[in-house]
């Protein structure tokens, strides 16, 4: 199970923190991320941590402002967001792939005003 938090309403140029806490397996041996989902679009990759040598990807539009870290003694991964935009508001979605098997948590959504 995956349980994301941290969403809110943020104003442009602001920060926020994501954190996502798995039960049941351990995010030290498998990929772990976020995706988001903005309204009328479709759901997206954000920003992840690769399996094995925890490598960490981004969506180029996030570089430089957003950075995904995972505490594994607590099994928790977390999202820093900072300088926002209005672009980034959407529904973020914790994400894990373990044993070639999708996992998703529900989403928590970040509104970022102007």
């Known amino acids: 199970q995956l349980q994301a938090s941290g969403g809110g309403l943020v104003q442009a140029g602001g920060s926020l923190r994501l954190s996502c806490v798995a039960s049941?397996?351990?995010?030290?041996?498998?990929?772990i991320g976020w995706f988001r989902q903005a309204p009328g679009k479709e759901r997206e990759g954000v920003s992840c941590?690769?399996?094995?040598?925890?490598?960490?990807n981004y969506k180029d539009s996030v570089k430089g402002r957003f950075t995904i870290s995972s505490d594994n003694a607590k099994n928790t991964v977390y999202l820093q967001m900072t300088r926002v935009k209005l672009e980034d508001t959407a529904v973020y979605y914790c994400?894990?792939?373990?044993?070639?098997?999708?996992?998703w948590g529900k989403g928590t959504l970040v509104t970022v005003s102007s």
């Open positions: 994400w894990a792939r373990v044993d070639g098997t999708d996992y």
């Open positions: 049941g397996f351990s995010f030290d041996d498998y990929a």
């Open positions: 941590i690769a399996r094995g040598d925890h490598s960490t």
